[in-house]
């Protein structure tokens, strides 16, 4: 019986490094890249070129960047010798707008762009992965990390359905999707408080309390049929604490966070 070779996929490497913070060029390249490779090898995908900017500030725009232009013009040279580019950190090649004025251009000339945030391939199509990508560019470390939390979830929410549709016990699947609810629900919630305290310096828009509406009604009707240690693990990371009050006949429940973290303390009183 003969196995057939799944053949590679050429890929480009990108990858930025700035020396500002005494950042050591060498292994910021080796990180970027191992976290490049760990990700398309899977796929049958092979590093065949590099482009790697050493001392560029990620506000400098691509065409501005040595390395990161050649690779723009690189692109529309039918034998460039690649089909895909992987960037092992979007945070570090994007910053501000750059993403939606790149992204164009890879699309335009058919090469695939690879990021591990978003699992592989950027469907320019798609609003989730452009809202990742765009986001990336203006993001501080905590809010990359829930933006990253995010996406893991939404992908793992798709193999579970994808399980379900292959017969695997509804039951098992049904309590990690609730699970994994769980953690995107609170992930999102989180990233609204970020930028309602970002805001609050000015009137809350009805598209800013709408999100924030939206957030709790995610986590609401996922807590409504969580396991009860689901539910504990959830409360635990919020940082909510409830005491039922039995002469009242109430539950007090308390948030109290770090305000770093952009959240405040809140009390609700209400019937059992």
Same mark, same amino acid.
């Given at each position: 019986?003969?196995?057939a ?9 990108y ?9 050591? @060029?060498?292994a910021? &390249?080796?990180?970027?890249? /191992?976290?490049? #490779?760990? %990700?398309?090898? +899977?796929?049958? !995908? ?14 400098? @725009?691509?065409?501005? &960047?040595p390395?990161?232009? /050649?690779?723009? #013009?690189? %692109?529309?040279? +039918?034998?460039? !010798? ?7 950190e979007?945070h570090?090649a ?16 058919g ?6 945030e ?8 798609s ?54 609810k ?7 919630a989180h990233?609204?408080a ?12 009805e598209d ?9 009604v ?14 504990a ?5 919020l940082?909510?604490r ?8 109430i539950?007090?429940a ?9 959240w405040v ?8």
């Open positions: 019986m003969t196995t070779i799944q053949p590679h996929i050429p890929f480009a490497f990858g930025r490094v700035s020396t500002e913070d005494n950042q050591d @060029p060498e910021s &390249r080796n990180w970027q890249l /191992s976290r490049s #490779t760990s %990700l398309i090898e +899977p796929a049958g !995908g092979i590093v065949v070129a590099e482009y790697f900017d050493v001392d560029m500030p990620r506000s400098l @725009p691509w065409p501005r &960047r390395r990161a232009n /050649s690779l723009l #013009t690189a %692109l529309a040279n +039918p034998n460039r !010798g690649f089909n895909a580019v992987v960037i092992g979007p570090r994007f910053y501000g707008n750059q993403y939606g004025l790149t992204m164009p251009v890879f699309t335009h000339y090469v695939q762009l690879w990021v591990p978003v699992g592989g391939s950027v469907d320019p199509d609003e989730a992965h452009d809202l990742i990508m765009s986001v990336f560019g203006g993001m501080s470390k905590g809010e990359r990390n829930t933006a990253a939390v995010i996406a893991a979830c939404d992908t793992k929410l798709e193999k579970y359905r994808a399980a379900l549709e292959a017969a695997v016990d509804p039951e098992t699947v049904g309590g990690w999707i609730t699970t994994v769980a953690e995107r629900a609170a992930a999102l990233a609204t970020r930028q309602t305290r970002a805001q609050l310096n000015r009137r809350m828009t800013d309390i709408r999100r924030i509406l939206d957030a709790l995610d986590i609401r009707d996922v807590l409504q049929n969580a396991d009860p240690e689901d539910k693990e959830i409360y635990n990371g940082g909510l409830l005491t039922y009050q039995p002469t009242q006949q539950v007090r308390e948030v109290d966070l770090d305000p770093n973290d952009g303390m809140v009390r609700v009183r209400g019937g059992t």
